[in-house]
Every structure is written in C-alpha cells, then in structure tokens.
C-alpha cells in the first residue's frame, strides 16, 4: 500500500485559509487521494477525494500536484469547528476500499 | 450522511468473555469495514466485506471475526476479548472501491477489563 506523509500538527486562525500538505511519492497510477477528517469523539468524515485534476466542493479544495507525488488540502476559510485531525490516504479501485490511515495531520484554529 | 449506527455504543466486558459488535446501515452500500482506534495507532482496519457472505481480512484480523448475512448488517465478534482489544471500534461502509467515499458510524467504546 502506497503511503503518505503529513505533518503531525499545523495551526491557523479563524477566518484564514489552511493549506495542508500531502507527499504520497509512490503513488500508482490507479490510486485516489482521499482527504478524511476526525472531530474530536467523532468518526472520521469524508472530506474530498480527487484523482488527477483539481476537485472543488462546499467543504474543501484538493490541488494535486502534475506528477501526483503531492497534493493539498485547502479550507478557504477556517473556523473553530475545522479543528480536526486531517487524514490524507490513498485508495485503489482494486484494493477493496480499503483505507490505510496514517498519524493525520492535527490541525488547531485560533479564535 | 448515511444512515450508519452502531449498537451497543459503549461496552464493558470481562476478560475470556464473547463480545459481538453490530452496525447497521440504510443506504445499501455494498462495502462495509471494522476499523479500530487506539492512541498513537490512528485508524486500523480489522475485516472488510464486499458483499453479502464475502469477507476478507484487514491488518489487524487476528482475534476477530465476521459476519454478513444481510445487505444492511455487518457484525464483528471478538470470540474471547483480551485486555488488548480495548478500544474505540468504527464500522464503516462504502458504494464501491477506491473511487467512493467511505460513511462512518459513531463509534463503540469497548472496554476489556
């Protein structure tokens, strides 16, 4: 299974925009980048996925880099109930759905 | 969000003693998953099912099982809980592979004393 890198922490303040990165540098061809995060006693939530080009949604934005080895994760403006911590997977059409979480990325916002 | 729920929400069991976790879902999603958390462990997936009677093993299978008679049900039992299965256990479920996102339940807190 392909792995990611994150960093384990990251802060903003309230109304800015957080970028988090993503280095997934093995990567294959077939494998989505997946973006869930987890709210504190929460289960984990779907955020975005993306394959190849850059996909917008209500929640979030998802860069991928051209040669896919990186990709970030972009709330356009956060606010204290972003404080999670953000996952970044990578998941293939033939692996079943599986998820393979890593550490995340915890992220604090700042009144 | 998906119907997703999973019962009971917080158990406390004794050592030796069987433990049978259920989630239930209303959105016919074909795939379901067992994850379970731990700190400094993230997220690890136990079992998976990818259709009714079709189950394989995730990464961390050893003293589970599972179990899907219906579209709707996927049921994880540990067959004599151990101190070490002490953990939050999330069921999950998804429309397909890889390419669909995955619909989390709430999560049930399962303490082996």
């Known amino acids: 299974d392909a792995k990611t890198t994150q960093p384990n922490s990251m802060e903003s303040n309230e109304e800015e925009p957080v970028h988090l990165p993503c280095n997934h540098s093995?990567?294959?061809?077939?494998?989505?980048i997946h973006w869930y995060r987890q709210l504190p006693s929460q289960g984990p939530e779907y955020v975005i996925h993306?394959?190849?080009s850059n996909v917008n949604n209500r929640m979030a934005s998802l860069a991928i880099a051209e040669d896919r080895k990186s990709s970030t994760l972009i709330l356009h403006r956060a606010t204290l109930r972003d404080a999670a911590v953000y996952y970044c997977?990578?998941?293939?059409?033939?692996?079943?759905?599986?998820?393979?979480f890593g550490q995340g990325t915890e992220l604090s916002v700042k009144p | 969000d998906a119907g997703i729920t999973q019962s009971p929400r917080h158990k406390v069991t004794e050592t030796g003693t069987p433990v049978t976790l259920r989630c239930h879902q209303t959105?016919?999603?074909?795939?379901m998953y067992w994850y379970r958390q731990d700190p400094g462990h993230g997220l690890r997936l136990i079992h998976y099912?990818?259709?009714?009677?079709?189950?394989d093993k995730g990464e961390v299978s050893d003293g589970y099982s599972v179990s899907r008679s219906k579209t709707e049900d996927f049921l994880l039992t540990l067959e004599s809980a151990t101190s070490s299965q002490t953990s939050v256990y999330f069921c999950?479920?998804?429309?397909?592979?890889?390419?669909?996102?995955?619909?989390f339940g709430p999560g049930t807190r399962l303490t082996v004393t």
């Open positions: 099912s990818y259709g009714v009677k079709d189950t």
């Open positions: 997977i990578l998941s293939g059409n033939n692996q079943g759905g599986k998820l393979i």
């Open positions: 093995t990567i294959s061809g077939t494998d989505y």
């Open positions: 959105e016919n999603h074909r795939y």
């Open positions: 993306g394959l190849t």
């Open positions: 999950a479920t998804g429309r397909t592979s890889g390419s669909y996102e995955q619909y």
